[in-house]
Nanobody, 127 residues
Framework: QVQLVESGGGLVQAGGSLRLSCAAS????????MGWFRQAAGKEREFVAA????????YYSDSVKGRFTISRDKAKNTASLQMNSVKPEDTAVYYC????????????????????WGQGTQVTVSS
């Protein structure tokens, strides 16, 4: 059974930093793109960041570009999201995702059925 488990969420002050981690089990995702999405209360889920299967290419939403950094450790089957200079509008449940299809890089438009998803971790940024 494939599982993605996020950790590292919590309460942080505006301007601070937080690091989210995602541990995958049940299969290896070394040939699959991975990414992060978020969903704020009352809003639709939105794309945050994605990383290529080789870790050499990354892609960010305009709202987090320059502040967040996605990375992965293929050997450990993990992905991370370093969040710096956080803002109150970053408050949301953050989800880790992995594409079901190898060697495909279209994470920003991935639907629920396109990938595997974690249960989410809450990030709250206080002003």
């Amino acid at each position: 059974q494939v599982q993605l488990v996020e950790s590292g969420g919590g309460l942080v002050q505006a301007g601070g930093s937080l690091r989210l981690s995602c541990a995958a089990s049940g299969r290896t995702f070394s040939d699959h793109a991975m990414g992060w999405f978020r969903q704020a209360a009352g809003k639709e889920r939105e794309f945050v960041a994605a990383i290529h299967w080789d870790g050499g290419r990354t892609y960010y939403s305009d709202s987090v570009k320059g502040r967040f950094t996605i990375s992965r450790d293929k050997a450990k089957n993990t992905a991370s999201l370093q969040m710096n200079s956080v803002k109150p509008e970053d408050t949301a449940v953050y989800y880790c995702a992995a594409d079901r299809v190898p060697f495909r890089f279209r994470m920003s438009t991935m639907t629920s059925t396109d990938g595997y998803w974690g249960q989410g971790t809450q990030v709250t940024v206080s002003s």
